[in-house]
């Protein structure tokens, strides 16, 4: 257990479905940050929330929708998807200090499948 | 051209021998350094990180930085089956102004195999 806690583990869902992932951290920390993980490719990120306000979007698609209510939630809404989104989304948190090593925590991911 | 670079392996190495995992990184102003192991099926998980140049210990694991030459490596001393699993680099690198946001590069990981 890393206290990066993620819901649900598992989503299945249809290109014209709209979910939500959501991630808690129990760490105190101020930087939260969406990955997405596929098979053979490195661990690319999404999103970056630095003290609730988003940092970086790394060019993704808009059918992805970050939330950051709060420097302990983060969501991540999903709409009209494609099959090549299927993946595993990560959530990470670190306490962001400004000067390197933030080290980042993962929590355990939400296997994505959309058919 | 990859930012950082990983022998995707599979690296084999018999049970109680060393394994040596090597990472390269092109941006010549990053700062820190992560390395994280990933079990099948598993989210990643801290191993060490490193900064200053040379080696640093803790257990069985070395992370050796040379910033001149761009490259970290990990070793991993005694392997033990257990250590069977994805080991990725990460590089945090530095934004204007010399700050840095905790933006991490990973590379594809090394996938690792110690068998008894």
């Known amino acids: 257990e890393t206290g990066v806690t993620q819901t649900p583990r598992h989503l299945v869902m249809g290109m014209t479905n709209k979910k939500s992932l959501k991630c808690e951290q129990h760490?105190?920390?101020?930087?939260m940050y969406w990955y997405k993980q596929s098979a053979k490719k490195p661990l690319e990120l999404m999103f970056v929330y630095n003290f609730k306000e988003q940092t970086e979007n790394n060019s993704v698609p808009s059918r992805f929708s970050p939330e950051c209510p709060n420097s302990s939630h983060l969501f991540l809404h999903l709409h009209t998807l494609q099959p090549e989104d299927s993946a595993l989304y990560l959530c990470a948190s670190s306490q962001d200090l400004g000067g390197g090593l933030d080290t980042q925590y993962f929590g355990p991911g939400t296997r994505l499948t959309v058919l | 051209q990859k930012e950082v670079e990983q022998n995707s392996g599979p690296l084999s190495v018999p049970e109680g021998a060393i394994a040596s995992l090597n990472c390269t990184y092109s941006?010549?102003?990053?700062?820190?350094f992560f390395w994280y192991r990933q079990y099948s099926g598993k989210s990643p998980e801290l191993i060490m990180f490193?900064?200053?140049?040379g080696d640093k210990e803790d257990g069985r694991f070395t992370a050796q930085l040379n910033k001149a030459s761009q490259y970290v490596s990990l070793l991993i001393r005694d392997s033990q089956p257990s250590d069977s699993a994805t080991y990725l680099c990460?590089?945090?690198?530095?934004?204007?102004?010399?700050?840095?946001?905790?933006?991490?590069?990973f590379g594809q990981g090394t996938i690792l195999t110690v068998h008894p």
């Open positions: 490193i900064y200053s140049n």
């Open positions: 990460a590089v945090e690198g530095v934004v204007a102004g010399g700050t840095s946001y905790g933006k991490l590069t």
């Open positions: 760490l105190g920390h101020n930087a």
């Open positions: 941006d010549r102003g990053s700062q820190s």
